[in-house]
């Protein structure tokens, strides 16, 4: 079991920046990808970006190409979300996902939440117009 925990959210205004962090209690965080996925009110899920196990390879979803980044610190079971340039159509809660795939980044995004395993409680980015 992978419990998963999100941090950094907040409120900001249009063209500001966050950090997100995903906190993972596991010994074998190393081994998974990690994702973050975010649902906005009255709307479904959807894919923001991924990571793979060893941070070789990323994908993110063309809404945030160029504006957000995903990156990993293996050494502090931490996975995190650089949020910048910020509109408001990005206010949303912000799930922190781990996935076992071994594949690419790009593989596991195509996926979308059907290839994540273990999901954080989420975290809320409101971003003022």
């Known amino acids: 079991q992978v419990q998963l925990v999100e941090s950094g959210g907040g409120l900001v205004q249009a063209g500001g920046s966050l950090r997100l962090s995903c906190a993972a209690s596991?010994?074998?965080?190393?081994?998974?990808?990690m994702g973050w996925f975010r649902q906005a009110p009255g709307k479904e899920r959807e894919f923001v970006a991924v990571?793979?196990?060893?941070?070789?390879?990323?994908y993110g979803a063309d809404s945030v190409k160029g504006r957000f980044t995903i990156s990993r610190d293996n050494a502090k079971n931490t996975v995190y979300l650089q949020m910048n340039s910020l509109k408001p159509e990005d206010t949303a809660v912000y799930y922190c996902?781990?996935?076992?795939?071994?594949?690419?980044?790009?593989?596991?995004?195509?996926?979308?939440?059907?290839?994540?395993?273990?999901w954080g409680k989420g975290t809320l980015v409101t971003v003022s117009s």
């Open positions: 996902a781990a996935s076992s795939w071994i594949g690419t980044a790009q593989g596991l995004g195509a996926k979308g939440a059907d290839g994540m395993d273990y």
């Open positions: 596991t010994r074998t965080f190393r081994s998974y990808a």
């Open positions: 990571i793979s196990w060893n941070g070789g390879s990323t």
